[in-house]
Every structure is written in structure tokens, then in C-alpha cells.
């Protein structure tokens, strides 16, 4: 429903049931589950439409976090998610933490077309369900 909330422009409404969501996950999931990660993201993103730069840069530092921690599970997710946060950090004028997202983002992205390489080598069938 928040989804449907944000793609409405209902921003505020829409923030209110991501964070109703988080704590439900979190309670139900723990604090280190990629999908509080998904859901802090989320808000985030939301928090960005309605100009509430600092905490959207709280809450993707915190879903990068807990999507690190996690290890393979975001290995996908996490770059681009690095991207979107040196763009916030940016927007609060902070230039060298957002460089510091950005490589991170950029070693990253080497580290996963390496692997996906490697699978391609190793089983060619199977490099096609590989995702960016």
C-alpha cells in the first residue's frame, strides 16, 4: 500500500505506512534482514520526495548497512543503492562521503562482473539468470 501511496504523490502518507512497515519487519524479522534493508530504502526514497534530505540519508546509511552485513544477499542491490545515496549526500552538501559512496559503488560493481564472469566460465547456462 505504500507503494501505491508514493506512485499516488502521497508522499507523507506513504512515508507513515513505510515506517509502520520497518518496525513490524523488524520486530518479526530482526534488525539485520534484508528486508527491513528493501524497506528502509523505501522510505528513504520517500523521504527524498518530500525534501527530507537528512533523513533520507539516515535511513539509506542504515539499509546500506544492514544490506553489507547481510553479505550475498544485496550483492546485486548494493551499488546502486551506494549510487542513490552519494546523490543525497551530495544534495546535503556532502561532497567526500559521497565520493567515498561512490567508489565503494564503483569497487562493487568491478567485484560483481568479476564473479559473473567467473559463472559464465564455469557454467555458461547458467550466466543468463545472472542480474545487474
Known amino acids: 500500500m505504500a507503494a501505491q501511496y508514493f506512485f499516488e504523490k502521497r508522499y507523507a502518507k506513504a512515508a507513515t505506512l513505510y515506517n509502520e512497515a520497518q ?62 545515496y552519494a546523490q543525497i549526500l551530495r544534495r546535503n552538501d556532502q561532497f567526500a562521503r559521497a565520493e567515498e559512496a561512490d567508489i565503494r559503488a564503483s569497487g562493487l560493481e568491478v567485484r560483481n562482473a568479476i564473479a559473473e564472469e567467473k559463472l559464465r566460465r564455469v557454467n555458461p547456462s547458467e550466466s543468463n539468470f545472472v542480474s545487474r
Request: glycine share 6%; proline share 5%.
Open 23 to 84: 518496525a513490524i519487519q523488524q520486530k518479526s524479522l530482526g534488525n539485520d534482514n534484508p528486508e527491513v534493508a528493501r524497506t528502509l530504502r523505501n522510505l528513504a526514497i520517500t523521504e527524498t520526495a518530500l525534501k527530507h534530505l537528512p533523513e533520507a540519508a539516515t535511513d539509506y546509511g542504515k539499509a546500506i548497512g544492514i544490506l553489507e552485513e547481510s553479505h550475498e544477499a544485496g550483492a546485486q542491490e548494493l551499488p546502486s543503492w551506494l549510487r542513490e
